[in-house]
């Protein structure tokens, strides 16, 4: 069972910066590949970013490309989602994924076996 925590949501302005943090359980976080999704009122869950068990790999939606960073700390048990240049259609809630199983579960967000709870994001204009 992996346990995942999220935090660093909260209110910002258009322009600014948040970084998300998802905490996990268990002592095979490396072994973990990791993504983070989001979802606003009224949409459907969307791909944000994910990264490879070494961080080798990463991905990123077309709409975060270039605003978006997603990396990881395996020593911590933890990967971050450092947002910059916010803009208002990205107020969502985010939730990061794991899967344990392979190297790197990409934008398919059936690929992940464990969600957190998830951390508001609003963006003001």
């Known amino acids: 069972q992996v346990h995942l925590v999220e935090s660093g949501g909260g209110l910002v302005q258009t322009g600014g910066s948040l970084r998300l943090s998802c905490a996990a359980s268990?002592?095979?976080?490396?072994?973990?590949?990791m993504g983070w999704f989001r979802q606003a009122p009224g949409k459907e869950r969307e791909f944000v970013a994910a990264?490879?068990?070494?961080?080798?790999?990463?991905g990123y939606a077309d709409s975060v490309k270039g605003r978006f960073s997603i990396s990881r700390d395996n020593a911590k048990n933890t990967v971050y989602l450092q947002m910059n240049s916010l803009k208002p259609e990205d107020t969502a809630v985010y939730s990061c994924?794991?899967?344990?199983?392979?190297?790197?579960?990409?934008?398919?967000?059936?690929?992940?076996?464990?969600w957190g709870q998830g951390t508001q994001v609003t963006v003001s204009s």
């Open positions: 268990g002592r095979t976080f490396s072994s973990y590949s």
């Open positions: 994924g794991a899967d344990t199983e392979s190297y790197y579960a990409g934008s398919y967000y059936y690929n992940y076996d464990y």
């Open positions: 990264i490879s068990r070494n961080s080798m790999s990463t």
